[in-house]
């Protein structure tokens, strides 16, 4: 088991040692919040041919919670699925028995040894929404009193850019997280516009004096007000402000009426995203000579026909070299994901 | 002379119902809007109503809540690692349930928790707070199941920690009973509402196919699409507080009580009184 320093209690084990014993399906409750989604169906179509033919050969993991009747997967949710289908089709085990499925019973786990038991279940679903996954790495994070992005990935499986997503969401007062969890999706705020707000937000507080003294929470206010006036069409358009006050760097002029467009994107609620910043980012041309420079570097590096070298110094320089480049078109690939289009979920 | 005493009985019986008092003249107005072959039928229909008043919903709240209290202390669990959870807007039933049930049964007094399964983030905060437990989820009566577990599914996207879950609901449609224990939610109801329950359901046998064909056309014509009510569920409980929308058509009566008078209106298909 890992510990994470000296002073930290081990972390509890997950999935302890327990007693076998064989449940029909009713015995059994499926986990609460593992969506039918989260399986491959053709994965799914073979194991049930194989438990057709079989049974379950590899016992589930299951617990009891405290006066419930029946025993809560912990491990094994495939195999329960393909057995419940397998039933309502009418299938038996041998000798016209009813199917069951061997099961391992262990104490209900800790709530942090469920927690992390969830973050591994999730990582391979698709689309989790990331405001749960953050409230739960907080949990995790003040349980264990870690911060570490490293050893947090190392605990719950997420990436180093999902933690980082996450603690962005964390920096946000709890009224604001929870706009992200209303039940209805039509006035649900999605956890990317936080992501992509908090640097607009950190930019204005600190370069315009009257968002300053606005504050945080108003000057957030502002922006969530905008989102639902549909003066932010989507998420992504945050980018565009960003971008804006980047490429004024080195020209003082236009870096003055960037800052002045973002007071009056805060302050004059009819502002449009868009419209406020279009002109400062002459997009299509650098698209255009970014897929250029993609290109030229591509067949410079082929026109070389590199594959050895003797000389280790070069060798270790030019992998060096290669090992940047590859960070940063992965970062700018990440930058780039999601869609400008407002119809496109953007979580 | 019959007829009277049918709707001084029908009256008597359903005196609580909240959205509307019956009286004697409303029971017999209702009556008389039908063509007189079908009042006898009709009447019929209306014995088959199975009514909670309001004293009947409360008892049988606090005594499923104490046979499941009992269970749950007997596994280790204490008052305060309950929490009570209500499933729907403000105003509508659930928060209507849990209220009287708080109050009639001290729940804050013996220190269980309340949450709301819509408001996912402070479910997650009392539930982490709580670490294990029972989630106990608070309704009137539910009818196919699909809105409960659409809720319960949302809020389980943030649950956290150890807990067993179950409902509290004076009555529940056998469709619903069996959908929300297959998401191992355990009900703790007074009544399992079955289809053999319902006269006017394909699978009931209490009118002849001729009298149920008969009532379905009335029914069709107060409501053309939920002539039986919602998904043709055609139920026949009606609680104090308003009648679900699975009844059929004719206790409910048209929108706004025109052209057709309920007997059970609900509160939405009442006229909005003007102020001033």
């Not at chain 1, 309502?88 to 061997?102: H, I, S, V």
């Not at chain 2, 107005?29 to 009709?42: A, M, N, P, S, T």
């Not at chain 2, 709301?116 to 608070?138: C, P, Q, W």
């Not at chain 2, 046998?205 to 149920?212: D, G, H, L, P």
Request: charge should be positive; charged fraction near 30%; aromatic fraction near 8%.
């Amino acid at each position: 088991m890992p510990t994470l320093n000296p002073n930290q209690p081990a972390i509890p084990q997950v999935i302890p040692t327990g007693h076998l014993r064989h449940l029909v399906p009713e015995e059994i409750k499926p986990s609460s919040n593992n969506p039918r989604h989260l399986f491959d169906p053709d994965v799914l179509l073979d194991l049930k041919k194989n438990i057709a033919e079989h049974g379950v050969l590899v016992p589930i993991t299951v617990y009891q919670a405290p006066g419930q009747a029946k025993f809560s997967i912990l491990d094994g949710e495939r195999r329960y699925r393909c057995v419940i289908e397998l039933v309502r089709e009418g299938r038996g085990g041998k000798g016209g028995a009813p199917l069951t499925l061997p099961a391992n019973v262990v104490e209900p786990p800790t709530k942090i040894a469920g927690l992390l038991y969830m973050f591994s279940i999730h990582n391979f679903r698709e689309a989790w929404e990331l405001m749960p996954t953050a409230l739960s790495l907080k949990i995790v994070m003040e349980e264990l009193g870690e911060q570490d992005n490293k050893a947090l990935s190392k605990l719950t499986g997420l990436s180093d850019p999902q933690i980082e997503r996450c603690k962005k969401l964390l920096k946000f007062p709890e009224r604001f997280q929870e706009l992200s969890l209303d039940p209805n999706p039509q006035t649900r705020i999605p956890s990317n516009f936080w992501i992509e707000a908090l640097p607009v937000i950190d930019l204005a507080l600190d370069a315009i004096p009257t968002i300053e003294k606005l504050g945080r929470d108003r000057a957030t206010d502002k922006l969530v007000e905008k989102y639902r006036d549909r003066k932010i069409k989507s998420v992504i358009h945050f980018r565009r402000i960003m971008e804006s006050y980047d490429l004024s760097e080195d020209d003082p002029p236009t870096r003055v009426k960037v800052i002045r467009r973002i007071e009056e994107f805060f302050l004059n609620p009819k502002v449009e995203t868009r419209s406020a910043f279009d002109e400062f980012v002459v997009e299509k041309k650098r698209v255009q000579s970014a897929l250029t420079a993609c290109e030229g570097f591509l067949s410079q590096l082929q026109r070389f026909k590199l594959k050895y070298t003797t000389d280790d110094e070069e060798r270790n320089s030019l992998r060096k070299a290669l090992r940047e480049v590859r960070e940063y078109c992965k970062s700018l690939e990440q930058a780039l994901t999601g869609s400008d289009d407002p119809e496109v979920p953007q979580d | 002379m019959r007829g009277i005493i049918h709707s001084f009985k029908a009256a008597l019986r359903f005196h609580d119902y909240k959205p509307r008092r019956l009286s004697l003249l409303s029971a017999r107005r209702w009556v008389g809007q039908f063509e007189k072959k079908d009042r006898r039928l009709v009447e019929h229909l209306l014995d088959n109503v199975i009514y909670i008043s309001e004293s009947k919903t409360r008892q049988i709240l606090v005594d499923q809540n104490a046979a499941l209290m009992r269970r749950l202390l007997d596994a280790g669990l204490p008052m305060k690692k309950l929490i009570y959870v209500q499933v729907d807007d403000p105003g509508s039933s659930s928060p209507v349930m849990l209220n009287l049930l708080r109050d009639a049964a001290s729940l804050e007094r013996l220190g269980c928790k309340f949450a709301d399964a819509r408001d996912s983030f402070h479910l997650n905060k009392t539930m982490n707070e709580v670490g294990e437990g029972a989630l106990i989820y608070v309704d009137d009566f539910i009818g196919t199941g699909n809105q409960f577990c659409e809720e319960r599914n949302f809020a389980a996207k943030s649950f956290v920690g150890t807990f067993s879950e179950f409902l509290l609901a004076p009555s529940i449609c056998e469709e619903a009973f069996y959908r929300i224990g297959e998401l191992g939610i355990e009900a703790f109801t007074g009544h399992v509402h079955s289809k053999a329950e319902r006269p006017l359901h394909a699978n009931s046998s209490i009118f002849t196919k001729a009298e149920k064909d008969r009532l379905s056309l009335v029914c069709k014509g107060v409501n053309s699409k939920f002539g039986l009510g919602y998904r043709n569920l055609a139920t026949m409980v009606v609680l104090y507080r308003n009648a679900p929308n699975t009844v059929p058509a004719i206790l409910r009566g048209s929108l706004n009580q025109t052209p057709f008078q309920g007997i059970f209106p609900r509160h939405s298909d009442l006229p909005i009184r003007k102020i001033g």
